[in-house]
């Protein structure tokens, strides 16, 4: 059996990335990237928010303010296994297809909010990490975090407040 240089090169492709070993190296840099970096929380209006959806936190004070009026210190997480990707991927992975609408309401948000913590928290994960599109992609191709993130911390953890 004949086989040219393309199929062989082809299968050698196939083998160095199928395992996907570089995924395991990005995830565990992006990871310590997530628990290095300082995060914004706007404290919800409900005391019982946090049970219900998690608590929401910012990359920057900037993006924690379209929410409301940001906590002054940064607040330190410790995450290990964090469900990452953008909005549709997340839905995709937790509940199989897109759910969320552009005309949802605030309420039907954060009722879609309860039902990602609930089935996020049934599949092991402890955080959702959302990225915008473009900066999943660029993630996904250079393995070198975007700038703007939002972190959702399921699990009850301690914060630990910055110097300043």
Sequence with gaps: MLISKWDERRSILKKKFSKRTNDRLELAGLIAFVNRKRWWHVPPRDPEAYLKRGKFLASSYQEAEFWGRPLM????????????????LIERKLFGQRVSRQDFGMEQRWKLDARMKRAALSLGYD??????????????????????????????????????
């Excluded at 210190?73 to 953008?86: Q, R």
Aim: no cysteine; glycine share 8%; proline share 13%.
């Design 73 to 88: 210190d940064p607040i330190g997480v410790s995450i290990s296994n964090p469900l990452i990707g953008d909005e549709t």
């Design 127 to 164: 955080s959702i990490l959302l990225m915008a599109p473009q900066g999943f992609a660029k993630f996904r191709s250079n393995g070198k975090p975007p700038r703007s993130m939002e972190l959702n911390v399921l699990v009850p953890v301690a914060a630990t407040r910055f110097p300043q």
